[in-house]
């Protein structure tokens, strides 16, 4: 049977990202700098001591673009630092504590990251998400590596909270439990097949993890929704 799960401590305790934090694309007008003073991307990876590949890295905005990064960028393309990201809107940032992890075929009594060990990411201000909280998870393990690797942090929705339809296609951090009482709690994707049953799907190239998960099935296990998967977040090295 499929259940609603309230997620416990889902309020960030502080403001402001720890070091390692997690970022998200940011844009920039290097690219539109390149062109228009006719400077390569192996001229921009000599001025700043990179190698090109990083070059193509800030572009994208992969890896953050540091102060001494658009000082001297700015003095490569001949035009002020905050040229380079001036007609980007600002992005406020939205602090999420990381406090728990899902990893499939992991039976215990609690999947809660001790105190110690929770920290915080940043993903933009959403309207969408604005008037309600947000939860952050650390996926261990292989069970959906296709689609999140290992380390890959989640940050999801409050089923309770949002009391929005499940849909196939999107993905949810479930809780599954035994009639013993264990627990496992995993991240999975919602299908619904040809006769309207609904399952539980990984995306792994793991053998281990690949078995899908009957939501109204009758081996006594009771399935909750814990949370839809908003932002999906993974740390450059």
Known sequence: ????????????????????????????????????????????????DVHPVTVSRLISGQIPLTTDRLETLAKTFGVRPEEIISNQPLIQMRPVQVVAYVQAGNWAESNELEDTDRYNVAVPQDLQYAKYGLTGVEVRGTSMNKRYPEGTVL???????????????????????????????????????????LWLL????????????????????????????????????
Request: overall charge negative.
């Open 155 to 197: 940050v999801i929705t409050n089923a309770i909270e949002t009391q929005e339809d499940i849909k196939p296609g999107k993905r949810y951090i479930v809780e599954r439990e035994r009639p013993d009482g264990m627990r496992e709690c995993t991240v999975k994707t919602l299908h619904r097949d040809e006769a309207d049953q």
């Open 1 to 48: 049977m499929l259940y609603f799960c309230q997620q416990k401590n889902s309020t960030p305790r502080h403001n402001n990202c720890s070091a390692a934090c997690y970022l998200f694309e940011m844009k920039n007008r290097i690219k539109e700098f390149m062109r228009e003073k006719k400077v390569s991307r192996d001229e921009i990876a000599d001025a700043l």
């Open 202 to 237: 990984p995306e792994s190239n793991d053998p281990r993890h690949q078995q899908p998960i009957e939501v109204n099935g009758d081996l006594g296990d009771t399935i909750r929704v814990v949370g839809r998967v908003a932002y999906s977040l993974l740390r450059e090295d």
